[in-house]
């Protein structure tokens, strides 16, 4: 069964830092997602992305994200200046159709030292 | 503001009685909902979702989800637990049926599902 996968799994870096995290949707998605999970507490949603640009994006996705579809395969979430808040659980989700249900991959976890 | 809650952090159960999770929501119009479940070191397995239709809708390993309107909620139910059913069970609701127009998922806190043997 296809999945989404995420690399890598867990990542360390120190406070300032740019880190990029990368995903692998499943390949015939066309909607792709980028949510967070600080320990203990909600899965919250970060960024949309749909024909190659961003559909929506909630208040924590400031300046220091951005996101990438290089190539036809990869989807990137990039922090340019990492800061210790940036700790997290950080999960890439796609959908085939925009009310279809996401597919979640199994996570990076970020540690900003 | 819209939410979404998970009023138990845990729920435990014996091995083949039913077991409820319970999830109800604040989103104004006609929500999209799910149930995904998360075990450990991996990522959130889609198990069923509401999107219009019938108010019993039926999903992977067994699992079903009763929606109601009237009392905004989307209880998780199984028949008869398993003891490989004890796994953290998350509810998210998609706006996008309603006029804000957004897909993006609000989560519940997670109900951890602990099934006895």
């Known amino acids: 069964e296809p999945e989404v996968t995420q690399t890598p799994s867990h990542q360390v870096t120190q406070m300032g830092q740019e880190v990029i995290l990368r995903c692998v949707p499943i390949?015939?998605?066309?909607?792709f997602y980028w949510y967070r999970q600080i320990l203990g507490q909600k899965v919250e949603f970060l960024v949309s992305f749909y024909n190659n640009e961003i559909s929506e994006k909630s208040e924590i996705f400031d300046d220091q994200f951005s996101v990438e579809r290089p190539d036809g395969s990869n989807f990137t979430l990039k922090i340019r200046s990492t800061k210790l808040e940036d700790s997290a659980m950080y999960f890439c989700a796609s959908s085939e159709t925009l009310i279809g249900e996401q597919y979640f991959g199994p996570g990076t976890r970020l540690t900003v030292t | 503001a819209q939410s979404v809650a998970q009023p138990e952090d845990q729920v435990n159960v014996a091995e083949g009685n039913p077991l409820t999770v319970k999830c109800t929501y604040s989103?104004?119009?006609?929500?999209?909902l799910f149930w995904y479940v998360q075990y450990p070191n991996r990522g959130l397995q889609f198990l069923l979702k509401?999107?219009?239709?019938?108010?019993l809708v039926k999903g992977s390993y067994g699992f079903e989800a009763e929606f109601n309107k009237s009392q905004t909620s989307f209880h998780l139910k199984k028949p008869s637990a398993l003891v490989s059913d004890s796994a953290l069970y998350f509810c998210?609701?998609?706006?996008?049926?309603?006029?804000?127009?957004?897909?993006?998922?609000?989560f519940g806190t997670g109900t951890r599902l602990k099934v006895l043997a």
């Open positions: 509401y999107i219009t239709g019938d108010n």
């Open positions: 989103v104004s119009g006609n929500p999209y």
């Open positions: 390949s015939n998605h066309l909607y």
């Open positions: 998210a609701v998609s706006p996008g049926g309603t006029t804000s127009g957004t897909y993006k998922y609000i």
